[in-house]
C-alpha cells in the first residue's frame, strides 16, 4: 500500500500563489487516482481537485476552477496542486488520498491520506 506525504504548504498574502506535492512510496504509485482534500478549521474535509492514474483525466471542485491545477508526475511518483489567485477562504490543510479503484469525491471514501499541509493566506 502507497503511503503519501504531502509538502509545499506555507504562509502568503491574498493574490499569492503556491504549489503543494504529493509524494507517493511503498507502493505502485501509477495505480492509483490521487484526490486533494481541504479542511479549515471548525469545517468538514471537502473534495478540492483530482487527477487520474495516467493524468489524462481531472476533476476539480467548482470554488476552485480556473485557479486550481492538478497534475502528476509518475516517473517522480507525485501528484501537484498549482494554486494561483489565493484568497483567505483558501486557508486551510490540504490532504491528499489515494484510491486504486474509486473516483469519488467523499473523503470518506478513502482509507490512504497523508499527513497534511497547512496553506495559510493571510493579508
Known amino acids: 500500500q502507497v503511503q503519501l506525504v504531502e509538502s509545499g504548504g506555507g504562509l502568503l498574502q491574498p493574490g499569492g500563489s503556491l504549489r503543494l506535492s504529493c509524494t507517493g512510496s511503498?507502493?505502485?504509485?501509477?495505480?492509483?487516482?490521487i484526490h486533494w482534500f481541504r479542511q479549515a478549521p471548525g469545517k468538514d474535509r471537502e473534495f478540492v481537485a483530482a487527477?487520474?492514474?495516467?493524468?489524462?483525466?481531472?476533476s476539480y471542485a467548482d470554488f476552485v476552477k480556473g485557479r486550481f491545477t492538478a497534475s502528476r508526475d509518475n516517473a517522480k511518483n507525485t501528484v501537484y496542486l498549482q494554486m494561483n489567485s489565493l484568497n483567505t477562504e483558501d486557508t486551510a490543510v490540504y490532504y491528499c488520498?489515494?484510491?486504486?479503484?474509486?473516483?469519488?469525491?467523499?473523503?470518506?471514501?478513502?482509507?490512504?491520506w497523508g499527513h497534511g499541509a497547512q496553506d495559510t493566506v493571510s493579508p
Open positions: 488520498a489515494a484510491n486504486p479503484s474509486s473516483w469519488a469525491i467523499q473523503a470518506s471514501e478513502y482509507d490512504i
Open positions: 511503498g507502493g505502485t504509485f501509477d495505480r492509483y487516482s
Open positions: 487527477v487520474s492514474r495516467g493524468g489524462g483525466t481531472k
